[in-house]
């Protein structure tokens, strides 16, 4: 019962409990509704899906991964500047992999090329430090917005599901975060044997939730494994941080761009 309410008992008179409930539940309702564009009323929207990544896009860094390395690693003699871990991140990450996938199972063996490279590290129990910290939600945080979005997308029709080239952690981080039960699909390059840009990991997603390439949206920030991944089988792609910089204007760019 709203505070207004309960400090006023004279406004209580005026009409019964029940009633009032009903009323500003269906008052809520109409605006959830209003605000996504469905719940029946007006034009459909403009995509019948949307396909997120999620490292990157719906995943964002709780702190900067150097700062990080550079943090866990002290106690382990780890000295090098935050500058140099970041530099060795970004080789360990164009480096060409020999493997059919980066992150296979656990990631455990990827990951571990990475800490070393980019620390000059290999101790174990440094690693496995590493590792677990970024196995927790408390590492990672929701872009601003990006559960209202959801939520008013998923109530205006719209399929909602993560492709992402990730290790077997994600499903956990996106329950941590309070966000698995709104995707329809969850579709993770280590479970399924293909990563992005190859066409079958969105066609796997797309599949899952019922929708057409032609008829759904995919958002990711990376130009090779989401744009030109995505484009190859004529799924639209906008690019996180160039298209679209907000959760708020995914929202709008399929719910708004649906009623003209």
Partial sequence: M????MRCPLLLGRQPVTALRHSFSSSRMRRVRKAAGGGGQGPPPAYGGLLLDAGGTLLQLAQPVAETYATLGRPYGVMKSEKYIMEGFKRAFSAPWPKTLRYQGDGRPFWRIVVAEATDCTNSNYFE???QYYA????WRL???????LRD???AGVKLAVVSNFDTRLRKLLKDLNVSHMFDAIV???EVGYEKPAPEIFKIALDQIGVEARNAVHVGDDETADKAGANAIGLKCWLWGEDVKKFSEIQHQIVAKGSR
Avoid: N
């Fill in 129 to 131: 430090e590493v590792y």
């Fill in 2 to 5: 709203p505070a207004t309410l």
């Fill in 188 to 190: 993770v390059s280590s």
């Fill in 153 to 155: 997308l998923k109530d």
């Fill in 136 to 139: 927790h939600g408390d590492a």
């Fill in 143 to 149: 872009p601003g917005g990006a559960y209202r979005t």
